[in-house]
C-alpha cells in the first residue's frame, strides 16, 4: 500500500473523517429543511456525473434517508453524454455495488455540440441546455418529482459574482427552483456545504471519480477566475467565502437601490426604517 492510500485509509477511519461527515450531515439536513427541499412521498432523482460533488449528494442523502422521519424515495441518475474517453462502466459498478434503484441515459451530446458549434467556441451553453432537457425528461419517465443537483456553497457564491460582474445583476444560484414548464423542483441539498469538506469527503470516501475535462472544453474561464479571487481572499482572510455567504441568507431591500423590492416612492415622515436610522454612516 502507497503512503496516499495509507493516509486515506487512516482519515476514512479518524475521528476528524468522522467529524466531517457528521458536518456534512448536518449541513444537509439543515438546507433540507431550511428550505423544504425533500417531503413526505417524494421521489428525488439524483443527478450523478461522476464528480466529487454529486457522489458526496448521493452518499449523504442515503445516510439521512435512513434515519429521516418521513418516507422519500432515491433514484440515482446518470447521463453518458459520450465524451470521448468517458469509463462507461465506472458509474454503474458504483451503483450496482450500493444495491440502489438507478437508471442510465445515454445520449450523444457530445457530437450535436460539436457539430453546431464552430470549432474553438465555448460549447457549455449548448451542452447544458441539451442535458438540461434530457434530465427533465428522464424525471419525468422515473416519476421523480424533486430533481437533487450537487452544487454546493461555493458554486453559489461563484455564481454571484459571475452575475455582478458580467450580468449587472445581485443575484446567485437558488436552493430550491420550479423548472420551467413547472413538472419539477430542482433541488440543491448541498447548498450549505462548503467545497473544501467535499473534497475531503470525497478523497476519504476513496469514490471512483470520472475526470470532468473529457469533452475537451474550457470550463468557464470567468467562473475559474472568480474561484481564484475567492481562492485568494479566502488565505489572506479566513472565512470570508461564508461571511459572503451569509449576506446572502441576509438581505436588507430597503439598503440597496431595487424599487421593485423596496418602496423608496412611498417613503414618507413617521415611516419606521429598517435597522434604524443610519443615513450618515458611511460604513453601513
Ligand atoms: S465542460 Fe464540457 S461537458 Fe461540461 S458543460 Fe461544458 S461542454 Fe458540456
Redesign the pocket.
Known sequence: MNDNIQTIHFEHRSTNFNRLKGRLESSVGKAIGDFNMIEEGDTVMVCLSGGKDSYTLLDILLTLQKRAPIDFKIVAMNLD?K?PGFPADVLPNYLKNLGIEHHIETQD??SI?KEKIPEGK???????RL?RGIIYKIAGELGANKIALGHHRDDMVETLFLNMFFGGKLKAMPPKLVTDKGDHVVIRPLAYCAEKDIARYARGMEFPIIP?????????LQRQNIKQMLHDWEREYPGRTQTIFTAMQNVKPSHLLDGELFDFKGIKVGDKVDEGDIAFDMGE
Open positions: 453524454q465524451q451530446t457530445y455540440v465555448t460549447t457549455c451553453s449548448l451542452c447544458s442535458r470532468c475535462n473529457l469533452c475537451g472544453s474550457q470550463e468557464n
